[in-house]
């Protein structure tokens, strides 16, 4: 019988995208994650996919971010920096929140699985949820930020349970020091794909490429959200197990490739 081996969690790609098809950059993110029984997770996730566990739990994270700059091509390396270069998309720029939780896939990569990222770009929606099979959801939504305070806040608008709401408020501290550092830390972090169900049943999985994320602490200071809720996980008044502060990378991301 054959065993597949899982790729290892580590802070850099474990495999670059050399084409890729889509580049962006991702800004002032936020990591909100919620421990859970394995066995919940499993049941939300599609055949094919199995949750990713760390000390025996799987994790689902509410991520509340701006993606910047959407674009087709490639991020060219100059040296030792990335230049952007391709075709800007309209609309590139907007706030997004994303519910997710961490996979094992067919092929033995760990990657991300979304189960809803809301957006305020309804364009972009359509074209996600068609050429990327992704659960893209239309919302409105605000970041604001004073100081080291950040806050974000979603309201959906389409698909259904249109009104459903997300209120995050986060003060963000010092980088987090090598010696700080946790497994914890790059196993909700330091992932290098995303895997998406087709409906017909077949698993695709896309490389994703940046820098490592620039870790810092955070502290929670208000969180209201119904978007964990309307994924199916009831961690409603609890409050989140892990919470960290991303900041900005850019970001490449490879073509869907059948994995299973």
Same mark, same amino acid.
């Given at each position: 019988?054959?065993?597949?081996?899982?790729?290892?969690?580590?802070?850099?790609?474990?495999?670059?995208?050399?084409?890729?098809?889509?580049?962006?950059?991702?800004?002032?993110?936020?990591?909100?994650?919620?421990?859970?029984?394995?066995?919940? *997770?499993?049941?939300?996730?599609?055949?094919?996919?199995?949750?990713?566990?760390?000390?025996?739990?799987?994790?689902?994270?509410?991520?509340?971010?701006?993606?910047?700059?959407?674009?087709?091509?490639?991020?060219?390396? *100059?040296?030792?920096?990335?230049?952007?270069?391709?075709?800007?998309?309209?609309?590139?720029?907007?706030?997004?929140?994303?519910?997710?939780?961490? $996979?094992?896939?067919?092929?033995?990569?760990?990657?991300?699985?979304?189960?809803?990222?809301?957006?305020?770009?309804?364009?972009?929606?359509? $074209?996600?949820?068609?050429?990327?099979?992704?659960?893209?959801?239309?919302?409105?939504?605000?970041?604001?930020?004073?100081?080291?305070?950040?806050?974000?806040?979603?309201?959906?608008?389409?698909?259904?349970?249109?009104?459903?709401?997300?209120? $995050?408020? $986060?003060?963000?501290?010092?980088?987090?020091?090598?010696?700080?550092?946790?497994?914890?830390?790059?196993?909700?972090?330091?992932?290098?794909?995303?895997?998406?169900?087709?409906?017909?049943?077949?698993?695709?999985?896309?490389?994703?490429?940046?820098?490592?994320?620039?870790?810092?602490?955070?502290?929670?200071?208000?969180?209201?959200?119904?978007?964990?809720?309307?994924?199916?996980?009831?961690?409603?008044?609890?409050?989140?197990?892990?919470?960290?502060?991303?900041?900005? *990378?850019?970001?490449?991301?490879?073509?869907?490739?059948?994995?299973?």
């Amino acid at each position: 019988m054959k065993t597949t081996v899982h790729e290892p969690i580590q802070a850099t790609p474990t495999a670059a995208v050399e084409t890729p098809v889509l580049r962006m950059r991702w800004e002032s993110l936020t990591y909100l994650h919620w421990d859970l029984d394995p066995e919940v *997770v499993a049941t939300a996730l599609p055949a094919g996919l199995s949750p990713d566990v760390h000390d025996g739990r799987a994790w689902v994270g509410l991520i509340p971010f701006r993606m910047a700059g959407i674009g087709l091509g490639p991020w060219p390396k *100059v040296g030792s920096r990335r230049l952007p270069r391709g075709v800007p998309l309209p609309q590139g720029t907007f706030p997004e929140t994303n519910v997710r939780t961490y $996979v094992v896939g067919p092929d033995g990569g760990r990657g991300v699985y979304f189960h809803s990222l809301d957006i305020t770009r309804l364009a972009p929606t359509a $074209v996600a949820r068609l050429g990327y099979q992704l659960p893209y959801c239309w919302s409105a939504m605000r970041i604001g930020q004073r100081g080291e305070r950040i806050a974000y806040l979603a309201e959906r608008r389409w698909p259904a349970p249109a009104g459903t709401r997300s209120h $995050v408020v $986060v003060e963000v501290g010092e980088r987090v020091s090598e010696a700080e550092r946790t497994p914890l830390d790059d196993f909700l972090s330091a992932r290098w794909s995303l895997y998406v169900a087709t409906p017909r049943g077949h698993v695709r999985r896309s490389l994703v490429d940046h820098g490592p994320w620039p870790l810092r602490h955070a502290r929670l200071h208000h969180l209201d959200d119904g978007l964990t809720t309307a994924a199916g996980y009831d961690v409603e008044g609890r409050p989140p197990t892990h919470v960290r502060y991303g900041g900005d *990378v850019n970001v490449a991301v490879g073509l869907p490739r059948r994995v299973g």
